[in-house]
């Protein structure tokens, strides 16, 4: 992706061995870039949200498993490099993604023969892998998606395609294109008109902040709205379909997701506006069945519901909205249950949120793990 015409990724290593990211916390008012030198500073990066998104958080733990690594003691190696593991997988309970790709790096470490450069190299590479493969996955979501769009254009006669997103799916949440905006990039770049509504994703404003920032820097058309405002555009016929990232789905399709998501599924299926889900593959919880009942919901600061966060033109503030002694309570995330899902747009093609057509693509998993 480019940003004021130069190319970037989320994550990148630095040739000293630390890890630059973008600190995202002052996005959309500076472009702040940030090196990680240890395993506790990537703990602190994904904890505090510098870097957010499932499949950045992935790659970002992958990353932090290498400075592990680098970091771990001869005499309990494998002590350290557990306990660091442990560290990560602490730091937010919701998106897969974090298990998953510290799992992986600790895999390639036991494989790895035991001699300290050998397993330096392994996590590396290892690291590497997931973070160029974070960013092939998306781009081939976006290959898939395409098609949707080219649908909706043909049988709209031409006219421009609404999209609805919710949070942040876009690049900024994975290492490059993203899960949810590579089709709408894909669709933006061969020529179809798009236009993109974008919640703005209270408390903490990912869409107004991130996803229209994103789409501002490609050209894509958007339009920041109010999380309830979804309904009422679905209702008047301005939205042709919805598109979400993830943060984890089950394998028979239930779909976590920022807070709010459940709502705009509810009100598509009201007005019979698709709803799709966008991941790459690292999301699915091969393991989990009922998403309501097994996806831990991460529960945050009350504060970030309290205040919040923006430019007041002279520098950026943050500013109570409750009276001092309200209560406030934080659930990051919802589950919108796979019957209210059209479709799953994965790495592999376009699926419905079901187990049977789940595994039909991802026949590697047709037993639970
Ligand atoms: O709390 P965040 O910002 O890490 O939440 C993740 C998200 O941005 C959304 O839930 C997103 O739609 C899925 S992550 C690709």
Same mark, same amino acid.
């Given at each position: 992706v480019k940003v !004021?015409?130069?190319?970037?990724? *989320?994550?990148?290593? &630095?040739?000293? @061995?630390?890890?630059?990211i973008i600190d995202q916390r002052h996005l959309p008012h500076a472009f702040v870039v940030e090196r990680l030198t240890d395993v506790l500073s990537v703990a602190r990066a994904i904890a505090d949200m510098h870097v957010r998104g499932a499949g950045l958080i992935g790659a970002t733990a992958a990353w932090g498993m290498y400075l592990a690594a680098r970091e771990a003691g001869e005499r309990d190696f494998f002590g350290d490099v557990e306990r660091s593991a442990a560290l990560l997988c602490e730091t937010r309970p919701t998106a897969v993604n974090l298990s998953w790709a510290a799992g992986r790096v600790l895999a390639v470490l036991r494989a790895a023969p035991p001699l300290r450069e050998a397993r330096l190299a392994a996590a590396r590479a290892e690291a590497e892998a997931i973070t160029d493969g974070d960013a092939a996955m998306c781009a081939s979501i976006g290959h898939h998606g395409l098609a949707l769009f080219r649908d909706l254009h043909e049988r709209r006669s031409g006219a421009v395609v609404n999209v609805l997103t919710h949070c942040n799916a876009g690049w900024l949440a994975f290492v490059d294109h993203g899960s949810a905006t590579a089709p709408i990039y894909a669709a933006h770049d061969a020529g179809i008109p798009v236009h993109v509504w974008v919640d703005e994703t209270r408390p903490r404003n990912q869409g107004a902040s991130l996803t229209a920032w994103e789409l501002g820097q490609h050209g894509v058309p958007h339009t920041v709205i109010v999380d309830n405002a979804g309904g009422h555009l679905m209702q008047h016929g301005r939205v042709d379909l919805v598109i979400t990232g993830a943060d984890r789905v089950t394998r028979q399709g239930d779909a976590a997701n920022k807070i709010g998501t459940y709502l705009k599924a509810l009100a598509a299926r009201d007005n019979g506006v698709p709803f799709y889900v966008a991941l790459p593959s690292s *999301?699915?919880?091969?393991?989990?069945? #009922?998403?309501? /009942?097994?996806?831990?919901?991460? &529960? /945050?600061?009350? #504060?970030?519901? /309290?205040?919040? *966060?923006?430019? !007041? @033109? &002279?520098?950026?503030?943050?500013?109570r909205v409750t009276p001092p002694g309200s209560p406030a309570a934080n659930p990051g995330f919802d589950v919108t249950p796979a019957r209210l899902i059209t479709g799953l747009i994965t790495e592999r093609g376009v699926c419905a949120a079901r187990e049977e057509a789940i595994v039909e693509l991802f026949p590697d998993h047709k037993d639970p793990a």
């Open positions: !004021d015409g130069k190319s970037w990724r *989320t994550i990148w290593p &630095e040739p000293d @061995g630390s890890v630059g *999301t699915f919880d091969w393991r989990m069945r #009922d998403g309501l /009942r097994e996806i831990p919901i991460e &529960e /945050r600061s009350a #504060d970030e519901v /309290r205040f919040i *966060t923006g430019h !007041d @033109g &002279e520098g950026v503030r943050s500013v």
